[in-house]
């Protein structure tokens, strides 16, 4: 018999109509239906004579259209722009003393995981860029289970009951008569809830700062941001926080960078990711634990169970377990990407939930949403959601099951015996809910111990550097200047003086306030003895290196190329990573006559892509740049984001004409002096030079 490859018909070119035909034929396999039926023909419907009415019986043709119409499958009501790729987690050594979770039983063992960055408020196709809160989800296929720890970039949350969820949804996404704005919090709806909401602002502070718009999912914290349990083989409970901490250390973006590079990359955060994994420089974070027992539970000063509180660093130090490696990126975004269903009730035995009543909703909301944009109870069946220890269960049919179980047998008990009666229960390894002990009348009514709304949004602002305390001023006025109704302004502001006088003053200044701001009624005095937490800031928790970094290099013709050579070997030394920028993305033609190959047109790469930018064109070359309007904004830009310039005194003229020459700092760095490409690294290590911030109106 023959195979379907060697029934290859003979390569037609072209058609009648000067269509294109490609036919099979080697190793290029033969086209099918769905139904296995060789296709001879996927140019042209069938039809009554070449300019006749279609034929019904064209099954192809309806197969193919058919499925076409039903490719989409609802987004995610949150969380809808998310970017996943695979990767390991390794244990560093036996955690038996606090859990009986199998993954944390022996040092050096690695669990595969997968992992799955997101914005909370955008569509699908919105931008990276979004000021927003990221998702951080991984799902850890371990040995007894699945589990899933649905996380946040940020540790605490808006609200403190799941009953807002819903309204907080709706009130962040686009306004529903308009349908805009997309992944934006800067409308009135937004924030005619929050300042209606005091006990979003904590989180509000968060959202203000610039953890908000992260540089890249590689360089971000994540948080389970509940209280969880640990439970181990006595029976024994410890509370716990799950920390993600990124490997290259913190680092975000200014505003007027993510509105640019929303712009430039709509995709910066996804194309980061993939290009990361796929040159080998596989993003990491070690897992933290932050461990605490039922005493220091009562003893703190705010709720555990409240997530919009955290336990500062200071009084429950991060203890970090194991690191979570991301080294492959799907081989198909919606096979694995899209039909990923993380749930925070996915958890194994040695893991357990808190009473926290956000915790709670989220137990039953996953599982539900899912149901409906996967389109039915199965979805556990597809390859990224399926366990990859064993399991069986009675569980069958509805729509698509692709693994019913075998045999006669679908319950129990039944008396079929051994083998033939299928999986039964374990009262040795089976999970176990921690058996704490609960009662009280059945009431819907908030604790008194969630009513302190301030105290740690004050602690979060005091905890941020000069600079970063300016940026959360700035977004707020940002944010509410796009508000439309002046009673919610006024309202939001009102809200600030518990937290800080300056910034409740600088925010109704910079709104243009005439008035004196009257502070709202706190349900609980702030505390004000609340210390600053270094933990808390970006800049002070950025990178040792600029490894994982990336310099664009702007070059024209006659740019010398021993410079080029030396920059690029100093920046590729410190694990970095270059773009060539030039006027033309052939590249350019370099002192020595060789060719220096380009990444990007001057255009299609502006300084925003970059974490530091180098100017080296020659001085002809530099002279055809001066009218280039990318090309000075290549300059300016960079010198407005604060960012580390290596130059040549060619650019001297582009720097004029950009108009910034007479404002240069000791972050531009001369590169002809002897050294000067590696004291030009030296300076990228800290990332920005903040101090020429102070030199500029925002
Ligand atoms: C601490 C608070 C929360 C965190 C950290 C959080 C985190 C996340 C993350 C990371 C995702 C994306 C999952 C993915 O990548 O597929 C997600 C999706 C979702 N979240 Fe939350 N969330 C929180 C609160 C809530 C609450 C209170 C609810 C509802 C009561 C909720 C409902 C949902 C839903 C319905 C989805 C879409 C899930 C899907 O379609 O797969 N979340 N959440």
């Known amino acids: 018999m023959k195979t379907r490859k060697q029934t290859v018909q003979k390569r037609r070119p072209g058609g009648a109509g000067g269509e294109t035909h490609q036919t099979a034929g080697g190793e290029v396999p033969v086209l099918t239906t769905q139904q296995g039926t060789p296709v001879s023909d996927d140019q042209n419907t069938l039809r009554v004579g070449p300019r006749g009415p279609a034929a019904l019986e064209d099954f192809h043709f309806r197969e193919k259209i058919f499925h076409f119409d039903h490719e989409r499958i609802p987004e995610r009501v949150v969380h809808a722009r998310g970017f996943g790729a695979h990767g390991f987690f390794e244990n560093y050594r036996p955690l038996a003393d606090i859990t009986a979770a199998d993954l944390f039983q022996r040092g050096g063992e690695k669990t595969p995981a997968f992992v799955r960055f997101s914005t909370v408020a955008g569509n699908k196709g919105s931008a990276d860029l979004a000021r927003d809160v990221r998702g951080f989800a991984v799902k850890l296929y371990t040995k007894q289970g699945n589990w899933d720890i649905v996380g946040n ?37 937004f924030w005619d809830f929050i300042s209606l909401m005091p006990e979003s602002m904590h989180m509000i502070m968060w959202a203000m700062s610039d953890r908000a718009i992260p540089r890249s999912f590689r360089f971000m914290e994540g948080f389970g941001v509940h209280t969880y349990r640990l439970v181990n083989a006595a029976g024994k409970s410890t509370f716990v926080k799950f920390h993600w901490k990124p490997k290259l250390g913190l680092q975000s973006v200014l505003w007027d960078e993510a509105v640019k590079i929303n712009g430039a990359d709509p995709d910066f955060h996804r194309r980061d990711l993939w290009n990361a994994i796929q040159s080998g420089s596989y993003p990491e974070w070690e897992l933290g634990l932050q461990l605490f027992d039922e005493k220091f539970a009562d003893e703190f000063e705010f709720d555990v169970l409240d997530a919009t509180k955290l336990i500062p660093e200071e009084q429950v130090p991060v203890r970090r377990v194991g690191r979570l490696v991301l080294t492959r990126c799907v081989d198909n975004f919606f096979a694995e990407t899209e039909q990923v269903a993380f749930c925070t009730n996915n958890i194994v035995p040695g893991v357990d939930f808190s009473n926290d009543p956000l915790l709670q909703g989220r137990n039953f909301s996953y599982l539900d949403t899912q149901v409906k944009r996967l389109g039915g109870p199965n979805f556990t069946h597809i390859p990224v959601n399926a366990p990859k220890c064993p399991f069986h269960h009675f569980q069958q049919d509805g729509h698509m099951p692709m693994m019913n179980p075998k045999g006669r047998v679908n319950y129990e008990p039944n008396s079929w015996g051994g083998a033939l009666g299928g999986p039964r229960e374990s009262p040795e390894i089976g999970f176990r809910s921690f058996p704490a002990e609960e009662q009280g009348p059945k009431v819907r009514e908030r604790s008194e111990s969630f009513a302190d709304h301030y105290s740690q949004a004050r602690q979060f602002y005091i905890s941020q550097t000069q600079v970063e305390q300016g940026h959360i001023a700035n977004a707020l006025i940002f944010e509410l200047s796009k508000v439309e109704r002046l009673e919610i302004r006024t309202r939001l502001v009102s809200h600030l003086p518990h937290i800080d006088a300056k910034l409740a003053d600088r925010v109704a200044k910079g709104l243009g306030f005439r008035e004196n701001i009257q502070t709202i009624q706190a349900a609980k005095k702030p505390a004000a003895h609340l210390k600053p937490s270094k933990a808390l800031s970006i800049i002070q928790n950025g990178p040792a290196s600029f490894a994982g970094r990336k310099v664009g290099i702007l070059v024209t013709d006659g740019t010398d190329r021993k410079l080029f050579d030396a920059l690029r070997k100093e920046i590729e030394g410190e694990g970095a990573t270059i773009e060539v920028v030039a006027p033309v993305v052939g590249g350019v033609t370099a002192s020595d006559g060789s060719l220096i190959e380009a990444q990007q047109k001057i255009g299609g790469g502006p300084s925003v892509l970059y974490d530091a930018v180098a100017v080296i064109p020659s001085g002809k070359g530099c002279e055809s740049l001066l009218k280039n309007t990318a090309a000075k904004n290549f300059v300016c830009d960079a010198f407005a984001h604060l960012k580390f310039v290596g130059y040549v005194e060619a650019a001297m003229a582009l720097f004029e004409k950009a108009g910034i020459a007479a404002d240069l700092d000791d972050g531009f760095v001369p ?3 002897p050294r000067g490409p590696a004291t030009f690294v030296e300076s990228c290590r800290k990332l920005r030079k903040w101090e020429r911030e102070k030199t500029m109106t925002v």
């Open 153 to 189: 970039n940020i540790p605490v949350f808006f609200i403190q009951d799941a009953m807002k969820f819903p309204d907080l949804v709706h009130a962040v996404k686009q306004e529903p008569d308009r349908d805009f704005p997309q992944a934006a919090t800067a409308h009135d709806n």
């Open 671 to 673: 590169l002809a002096k």
